[in-house]
C-alpha cells in the first residue's frame, strides 16, 4: 500500500505521476499500460485542482496505490467540491477543427484508460475517486 | 521545461523536452504563441524528447492548429510521436486533427 | 555507387556514399539531372557519406548549379561536407559557387 | 620503394588511391594532407587516361612510390601523348557562376597540394609525372 499526500498544485503532477509509476513498477504492466495509467493519474488531479479546488494551492490531494498481484487499484482523496461525473454528457470531437471546443478529454480518457473508475462524495466532505486498472 | 524554437524559410521548428502537463503546457503556448503572433502559421513540433502529454498539452496543441489553419494559411504538423503519445491522441479521438511525420527533416521538407 | 534521392515539396534531396571520381561522377550527374530535367531546380546535396571527390565530380556540382541558378529557379545546396572536401573546393577557388550548410535539415529549411 | 601497375580505366582510380594510401601512411602526414595527396594523384591520373591515352583502356599507369622520413615521391609513367604542362594557361574561375568553364582544376590542385611537381617525356615515349610531399 502507497499513500502520500501532495499539495494542490500544477507543479505536483509530475511527483505525483513519479509516485504513481513506483508504486505500479512492481506489478510489471507493459510500456504503454503503465505510461497510460500515468495519463489518468494526471487528468484526475488536474481536475481535482481545477475543478474541484478551483484553482492551484486551494488544499492537498491524497494519492494511495493498492497493488495485488494482478491490478493496481489507485484512490485520489481532495476536499473540495463535490462532483458527479454522470452529469458530464460525452464530448463530441467529430467536428471541424474550428469548431473543436477545446476541453473535456480528460474524462474520456480516465473511462478509458481504466478498467473500473468510482466516484464518491463522502458526507464529511471528502471526495474519493477510485481507478482500478487490472493486468 | 526546455523548448527551443527555429525558424526555416518557409516554417518555424519547435521542440520541446520532457512532461507536458498542467504545469508546464503554458510554456509550450507561449512558443507557439510567439511564432504565430510573428504572423507565422506553418509549425513543425518536434515531439522526440517530449516524455509525457495530458489532455492539457494536447489542448495547446489544437488551439495552436486552429490558429494555424486558419484562412488556410498554415499547419502545425508534428514529428517523431512516440508510440504513447500516438495512442494518448487515438484514445482521446484528436488524432485526426495533426499530420503526423516520422521525422523532422521529413516534416520541414512538407512545407 | 550509392546514390539516392527523395523529394521534398519545396525541393529535392541527393544524398551519395563513397568515391565521386571520374569513375562514378556519371552516377552523381545521372541523379541530379533525373531532377532537374524533371522541372525540379532546388536540390540539396547531402556530403555526410562521400568520402572523396575529385575536380570532376566538382564539375558535375557545378554543371548542376548552373542549370539549377538559371533563370532563377533554384539552387544547388550543399550539406554536411566534411573539412577536407571542403579544403579540396576552397583550393580549387571553387568554394564560393556553393551555400555550404551545417545539416540537411537546416539545406531543406532554407528553400 | 612502393610500385603497381594498373589499367589505365576510371576504375583504376579507387585502386590507385589505396595503393598511394597505403603507400604514404607510415610517413604520418596529417589526415587533411593524406587526403589531399590522394586528390593529386587522382588529378594527375584521370588527366592520363583522360588526355595522354584519349580515354579508357589505351595503356597503363605505372605508379611508384618513395616514401623517406619526411617526404614522399609519387611517380605516374604512361606511354600516351608527351605533354607540357607550362603550356597551359592558368584558368580563371573568378567569373559568374554562367561563365564558368568546368574544366581545368586539375593541374590547378595538383600545384597547389604538391610541393613539387615536375613533367617529363621521355625519347622513348614514357611520360614521367614526379611529384613530391614533404612533411
Ligand atoms: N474533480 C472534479 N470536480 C468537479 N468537476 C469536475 C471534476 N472533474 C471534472 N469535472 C467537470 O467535468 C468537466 C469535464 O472534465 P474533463 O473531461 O477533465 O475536461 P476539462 O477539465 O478539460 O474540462 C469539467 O469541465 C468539469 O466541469
Ligand atoms: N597528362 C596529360 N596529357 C596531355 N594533356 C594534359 C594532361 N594533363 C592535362 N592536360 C591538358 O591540360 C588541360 C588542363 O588539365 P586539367 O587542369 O586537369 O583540367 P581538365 O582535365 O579538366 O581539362 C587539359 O584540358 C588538357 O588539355
Avoid at chain 2, 489553419?69 to 491522441?89: F, M, P, S
Wanted: charged share 30%; net charge negative; glycine share 6%.
Amino acid at each position: 500500500m502507497y499513500k502520500a499526500t501532495f499539495p494542490g498544485r500544477f507543479k505536483s503532477l509530475a511527483e505525483i505521476s513519479e509516485f504513481v509509476s513506483r508504486a505500479i513498477n512492481e506489478i510489471g504492466f507493459d510500456e504503454t499500460t503503465a505510461y497510460m495509467i500515468l495519463v489518468a493519474v494526471d487528468e484526475a488531479c488536474t481536475n481535482i485542482i481545477e475543478h474541484a479546488y478551483g484553482g492551484e494551492g486551494q488544499g492537498d490531494i491524497q494519492c494511495s496505490c493498492d497493488v495485488t498481484e494482478d491490478l493496481v487499484k489507485i484512490t485520489l482523496r481532495d476536499r473540495g467540491e463535490p462532483f458527479d461525473p454522470t452529469t458530464v454528457p460525452e464530448p463530441d470531437f467529430s467536428v471541424p477543427l474550428q469548431e473543436l471546443n477545446c476541453r473535456g478529454a480528460g474524462l474520456v480518457l480516465i473511462q478509458k484508460i481504466m478498467d473500473e473508475t468510482n466516484f464518491e462524495s463522502t458526507p464529511d466532505g471528502e471526495n474519493v475517486l477510485t481507478m482500478i486498472k487490472r493486468k | 521545461m526546455d523548448i527551443s524554437t527555429k525558424q526555416f524559410r518557409r516554417c518555424d521548428l519547435v521542440k520541446a523536452e520532457g512532461r507536458i502537463d498542467s504545469n508546464t503546457a503554458p510554456e509550450v503556448r507561449d512558443a507557439f504563441e510567439a511564432i504565430t503572433e510573428d504572423g507565422r502559421f506553418r509549425i513543425v513540433f518536434d515531439m522526440s524528447e517530449v516524455t509525457f502529454i495530458s489532455s492539457v498539452g494536447v489542448w495547446v496543441l489544437l488551439e495552436t492548429q486552429k490558429t494555424c489553419k486558419r484562412y488556410n494559411r498554415g499547419d502545425l504538423v508534428i514529428a517523431n510521436v512516440n508510440e504513447k503519445i500516438q495512442h494518448t491522441l487515438d484514445l482521446a479521438g484528436l488524432l485526426t486533427f495533426f499530420r503526423i511525420y516520422d521525422d523532422v527533416l521529413e516534416a520541414v521538407g512538407s512545407f
